[in-house]
């Protein structure tokens, strides 16, 4: 899995002209998932992503976390994380899973994050056309893969 997070003052995602989602501070965070995506790669990141020090401390410096700070999240689904470059000009989409393996994680991701925060996060919809919207505070954007652990 790899991931986008990023530090927000605002974001939003419109669908078809609809806001569906909705948040002030906190984390945008794109999700790209591939074939051998697992729960495992679900749980390391989810709980990095609580526990995250990217939010500024009295002093200005990144000492405080998601959860210290209560903030809230929008989760997108994203294929395209997972493009490949290397030949041509048109990314190849090899490594992102299909629907059918990818919902399923992504459903999972969305419950071991909440369970994780232990509050409710906002999403887009798999699969759809989205426009996404945000303020990105710093900027701040991390990028985390969970086949690079170490």
Sequence with gaps: MRLVIQRVSEASVIINKEVVAKINKGLLILLGIENEDN???????CN???NLRIFSDDNGL?????????GDVILVSQFTLHASTKKGN????????KPDI?????????????NGLGKSIQTGEFGADMKVHLVNDGPVTIIIDSKQRT
């Design 102 to 114: 990818a919902i399923p994680l992504y459903n999972e991701f969305i419950k071991t994050l909440q």
């Design 62 to 70: 990144m000492n405080r976390s998601l959860k210290a700070i209560d």
């Design 90 to 97: 048109r990314p190849s989409y090899i490594k992102a899973a």
């Design 48 to 50: 990095k992503i609580g």
């Design 39 to 45: 729960q495992e790669d679900i749980s390391w990141l």
